[in-house]
């Protein structure tokens, strides 16, 4: 009688291969383009809260009617001009990028709207608490005159440039039937003047100006950062 068949007591091999996908039987070209467009998506990923902030102020501008002071268009960029600070030393207008400003204009005598004007800028930087570290308060004199000595301790945070008046006519602009020296500017990030504030401010439009400049602050949140 013979036996029956051993069994063999190997394990048996249960390996699954895997079915390819689509993708991996796709031609390399095609496998080149979707790898670029996967890295276009990344990229407009990480633009999109620029964009947005500046579609947002910029072209759409839901809150244009209520703001206080008029935005400028188009834009105009800091003119690239050697100035002279204070102390005599030589510097590029354009280095003054990279903070927000709010400039004011007046000869170095600095009469009673200059030294309105000085107050405001110093108390509305203030007045922005821990974002005050992205704005600068800049007095831009337009003439050659000496400044008072005791005017000089209010000016320690200050950016104060001599920039010829000619120069400064050809930047920025006053509303009509006013002069320069009766505003108050606004300068991005970028050195682009964007925005003016009526004449003769004082301290009960504060509030206004102010409010004006949060808004700025907050639509630049996602791309501005203090410091230059």
């Given at each position: 009688?013979?036996?029956?068949?051993?069994?063999?007591?190997?394990?048996?091999?249960?390996?699954?291969?895997?079915?390819?996908?689509?993708?991996?039987?796709?031609?390399?070209?095609?496998?080149?383009?979707?790898?670029?467009?996967?890295?276009?998506?990344?990229?407009?990923?990480?633009?999109?809260?620029?964009?947005?902030?500046?579609?947002?102020?910029?072209?759409?501008?839901?809150?244009?009617?209520?703001?206080?002071?008029?935005?400028?268009?188009?834009?105009?960029?800091?003119?690239?001009?050697?100035?002279?600070?204070?102390?005599?030393?030589?510097?590029?207008?354009?280095?003054?990028?990279?903070?927000?400003?709010?400039?004011s204009v007046a000869g170095a005598a600095c009469d009673a709207t200059c030294a309105r004007y000085l107050y405001l800028q110093r108390q509305l930087r203030e007045g922005l608490g821990k974002?005050?570290?992205?704005?600068?308060?800049?007095?831009?004199?337009?003439?050659?005159?000496?400044?008072?000595?005791?005017?000089?301790?209010?000016?320690?945070?200050?950016?104060?440039?001599?920039?010829?008046?000619?120069?400064?006519?050809?930047?920025?602009?006053?509303?009509?039937?006013?002069?320069?020296?009766?505003?108050?500017?606004?300068?991005?990030?970028?050195?682009?003047?964007?925005?003016?504030?009526?004449?003769?401010?004082?301290?009960?439009?504060?509030?206004?100006?102010?409010?004006?400049?949060?808004?700025?602050?907050?639509?630049?949140?996602?791309?501005?950062?203090?410091?230059?």
């Open positions: 009688m013979s036996r029956p068949p051993a069994f063999d007591d190997h394990p048996l091999g249960l390996t699954v291969h895997s079915i390819p996908e689509p993708q991996d039987l796709a031609h390399p070209g095609a496998q080149t383009r979707m790898g670029r467009w996967k890295m276009l998506l990344v990229l407009l990923v990480c633009a999109a809260p620029v964009v947005a902030s500046y579609v947002t102020y910029y072209v759409v501008r839901p809150e244009a009617r209520r703001n206080f002071g008029e935005l400028i268009t188009p834009q105009r960029p800091l003119p690239k001009l050697q100035v002279v600070t204070l102390d005599g030393s030589s510097v590029q207008l354009p280095s003054l990028q990279g903070q927000w400003l709010l400039v974002e005050k570290e992205r704005l600068d308060w800049v007095w831009l004199i337009d003439d050659d005159a000496p400044v008072a000595i005791e005017l000089l301790p209010a000016l320690k945070t200050a950016t104060v440039l001599r920039v010829p008046a000619k120069d400064l006519a050809n930047w920025l602009e006053p509303s009509r039937g006013a002069q320069l020296h009766d505003h108050l500017f606004v300068v991005d990030p970028m050195g682009n003047w964007m925005m003016r504030f009526p004449a003769q401010l004082d301290a009960a439009h504060a509030p206004q100006v102010e409010r004006d400049l949060e808004r700025l602050l907050r639509a630049s949140a996602s791309w501005d950062n203090p410091g230059r």
